[in-house]
């Protein structure tokens, strides 16, 4: 089923870019000068810049509804005003540095026969982002080109939770230094296209919203029914990947991408691991949304986008648990190759101080532990006096097993795992937001509550920029 939803879906957007100057006739085009696009991807919020058309440019006059981070112009790098920037004939680049600091006051993973934590409550970790971009127009090299990379040094560890989705996401699971993303797109103005190949993160690109940014758990970034196979090319695990981007209309995108589907996760001590040689496998995704202005405008920003992936590889079915069985989990003898599901994106700006997002995903249950997620949440900003920059997030996500996951494993999971999350980003001078951050995990990981308590954890974030 998900398999026919993939191919109704790539067939549908590609008739809808066939036949886009006659569907679209109403709708004015961007001019050659909207295409160029928001050149810099932002690793210091990890979510980047996901509105489509990036390159209309909020005028003077709108009100700003962003999240607060140290000073930067809209294209979300250096300004004049920013300490630390350098550019020079087409070349920028800049650093970061982010500390997360988290401690689990009740909960967590426990000790057998034992109410106390099995391993460290409290821990420090961070990354020190590098980022720099060349544009070969501004160098006068040719137009409409861009190279971009990216590299990440990690360090410290997060405490042990044991959940699915990951308190932060900014840990990478080992000290380490590696190039996250390292590409070249060219834009095509006339037809309002471009294309990137390269390293690159499959969340800067898709399954995005832009009120997601302030929340820290990793789990509002990406649905874990995609996550869970360990094929995503997304940080800190990176790979090759094609992606093409299309304007049907001022205020409606397509894109489509073909990934590399081995992210090098076994490969943390190398600072780029790309292998070819393996198996025919690959991850394809497609993307179609209608956005409607950008999120610092005064009239309201809104988007809701539908998405699908396939996964070409082989996938293990789930057995019924026939009699005693001392196996944790139940899979089928014979693989079968492929594997996909859908997702839907919805934001919208209810005010020019409030913002209100959703998401969901689905996946086959037959080959997926996990199958359904949800996260929804909100932005409140300028709600304390005097600190009309400041941002308030109140989030949920909510992850389920598949119903032939229980099946195979009766009595031994929870049906769902729930995380509640509450954060407030304020930036403190013109290169330092400081964050404190709660969360609420309710059946961490599924798992048996004798292995496993309902979690709180509390923590703060430190963000500074060079």
């Not at 509002?220 to 996550?227: A, E, M, Q």
């Not at 409607?292 to 996964?311: C, Q």
């Not at 057995?319 to 001392?326: D, L, Q, T, V």
Request: hydrophobic residues 35%; proline residues 5%; glycine residues 6%.
């Amino acid at each position: 089923m998900i398999i026919r939803l993939l191919t109704s879906l790539l067939i549908t957007t590609l008739a809808c870019l066939a036949y886009s100057p006659a569907i679209f006739a109403e709708l004015p085009l961007s001019s050659e000068e909207d295409i160029r696009p928001s050149l810099t991807r932002d690793p210091f919020q990890r979510s980047r810049d996901s509105i489509p058309n990036r390159d209309n440019r909020p005028t003077a006059n709108e009100v700003s509804i962003e999240i607060p981070t140290p000073t930067r112009d809209d294209n979300n790098f250096p300004t004049k005003e920013t300490a630390g920037q350098a550019t020079t004939d087409g070349f920028s680049y800049e650093f970061a540095a982010t500390v997360d600091a988290f401690s689990i006051t009740a909960g967590g993973i426990l000790k057998p026969d034992s109410n106390a934590h099995e391993q460290d409550s409290s821990s420090v970790f961070g990354v020190i982002d590098l980022v720099a971009e060349f544009d070969t127009e501004k160098s006068n090299l040719w137009n409409n080109g861009l190279f971009f990379i990216y590299t990440a040094l990690t360090f410290g560890a997060a405490p042990t939770v044991g959940d699915l989705n990951g308190i932060s996401d900014k840990y990478a699971g080992a000290n380490s230094l590696r190039i996250i993303e390292a590409w070249y797109e060219h834009n095509f103005p006339y037809s309002h296209s471009s294309f990137l190949f390269g390293i690159q993160d499959f969340s800067n690109e898709f399954y995005q919203t832009i009120f997601t940014k302030p929340f820290l758990n990793n789990g509002f970034r990406l649905g874990k029914p995609i996550r869970s196979h360990g094929n995503v090319s997304t940080y800190p695990y990176t790979t090759l990947g094609l992606r093409f981007k299309s304007s049907l209309s001022k205020n409606s995108y397509l894109q489509i991408a073909i990934f590399d589907d081995e992210p090098g996760k076994d490969a943390l001590d190398k600072v780029i691991d790309i292998n070819l040689n393996h198996r025919d496998s690959f991850l394809l995704v497609s993307e179609i949304g209608v956005t409607k202005n950008r999120p610092e405008s005064i009239n309201g920003y809104h988007k809701i986008a539908l998405g699908a992936w396939y996964l070409k590889d082989e996938q293990f079915g789930f057995r019924e648990n026939i009699g005693e069985s001392n196996e944790r989990y139940l899979l089928a003898e014979n693989p079968r190759s492929g594997n996909g599901g859908v997702y839907l994106l919805a934001e919208t700006s209810v005010t020019k101080n409030i913002g209100m997002f959703f998401k969901h995903g689905r996946a086959q249950k037959e080959f997926n532990r996990y199958t359904e997620y949800y996260t929804a949440g909100i932005n409140l900003k300028g709600i304390i006096p005097e600190r009309d920059d400041d941002v308030i997030a109140l989030g949920m996500v909510h992850t389920r097993h598949s119903d032939a996951f229980m099946a195979s494993n009766p009595d031994k999971f929870f049906t769902s795992e729930t995380v509640w999350e509450i954060t407030y980003m304020t930036k403190v001078t013109q290169w330092l937001t400081i964050q404190p951050d709660f969360q609420y995990i309710q059946q961490p990981s599924m798992t048996s509550p004798l292995e496993q308590a309902n979690t709180a954890v509390i923590g703060m974030r430190a963000q500074a920029i060079f």
